[in-house]
């Protein structure tokens, strides 16, 4: 075999190998929640259906301490051997406009269809949620002033295919693809008055880790379901999920996060299941949700509020 050939081959078999390593890329923007409420997040998020780390798992460090943080872990794989997608996370703690200009770069045509947003709120300030929720939706919409008229676009098409997304009311798989039951289901739900009215341009999730009221402030299931009431109903204007998580708990969260990211499992589907109910699982899926369904929870609300 000549030099020539012996070159051309081993180019072909090192590019084989370049582009087999090459890993699906996912953003996420992670809003509000300090240095720690990040960094648990973060540890949620990459952890197993049992809640626990894997060795191969360990968590990266945050620089989150100044303006715009970052961090990044890998999706592995059911059996923790493939890697799936590597996630990057951008940090904002302060909800302020001035950041704008920095997270608007990250916004292109090619990472709007692989991006999504979280809001984090902390359980010691639910007061201030629906304020935070709305600071947060007024430097969204700082950062979309300052994208390019494509990446618009990008974020309009985006939002469309959301839309029609899980209206069927089934689960949703890991992959974002719809499970067994959605293939079933006569048809889409229709929207309600006020739903989709303000669309981000990206799919956003609502975060909460609820250990701090009932611990410490000895909150009744009254005082839990009004709150997740007044929640859903504000994120059914921006077509949003919702999530809570405990700390001795295993969560569906990175169900929830990849799911939203359409990141693959090779091995396993995962199906990501409403709950409504139990108030350490609350889980509210993307574009599950209605007026319906939020109006049943009301109803026991105020059931619960009268007995003795």
């Known amino acids: 075999m000549g030099g020539e050939s012996k070159r051309n081959l081993w180019t072909s ?6 582009s087999g390593k090459r890993l ?3 953003n996420l923007l992670i809003l509000g929640g300090g240095t720690d409420a990040q960094r648990e997040f973060l540890e949620a998020l990459s952890a197993d259906e049992e809640g626990r780390n894997s060795e191969r798992q360990k968590t990266p460090p945050i620089a989150n301490n100044f303006a715009l943080g970052y961090t990044y872990y890998d999706v592995l794989d ?11 996370l951008y ?15 990250l916004l292109t045509p090619e990472t709007i269809p692989n991006t999504a947003l979280v809001i984090l709120l902390d359980w010691s300030q639910p007061h201030l949620w629906l304020r935070q929720i709305w600071n947060w939706i007024q430097v969204l919409e700082e950062v979309m002033g300052h994208t390019s008229t494509e990446a618009r676009n990008a974020m309009e098409e985006t939002m469309s295919s959301w ?5 069927g009311g089934s689960s949703t798989n890991l992959d ?19 739903e989709w009215t303000e669309p981000l341009g990206l799919p ?10 009932e611990r410490n402030q000895g909150w009744k299931e009254p005082d839990f379901d009004t709150v997740l009431q007044y929640l859903r109903t504000v994120l059914l204007r921006h077509g949003a999920s919702l999530i809570y998580t405990s700390q001795n ?3 569906q969260l990175p169900s929830l996060i990849h799911s939203t990211l359409g990141i693959t499992s090779l091995l396993k589907r995962q199906p990501l299941k409403h709950n409504v109910i139990d108030r350490d699982k609350i889980v509210v899926p993307p574009n599950w949700d209605s007026w319906g369904k939020i109006r049943v929870l009301g109803a026991s609300a105020r059931l619960g509020s009268a007995e003795p």
């Open 24 to 26: 699906p890329e996912k």
């Open 91 to 105: 940090l904002l703690s302060q909800p302020s406009s001035e950041f704008a200009s920095l997270v608007s770069p």
């Open 163 to 167: 839309r029609e997304r899980g209206r």
């Open 78 to 88: 059911a059996d923790q051997d493939d890697t799936l997608a590597r996630v990057s």
């Open 204 to 213: 956003l999730c609502v975060a909460q880790k609820i250990d701090f009221l």
């Open 249 to 251: 708990t295993p969560s």
């Open 13 to 18: 078999m090192l590019e084989s190998v370049a």
């Open 176 to 194: 974002g693809t719809p499970s067994a039951t959605a293939a079933d289901s006569e048809g889409s739900l229709p929207l309600g008055p006020g």
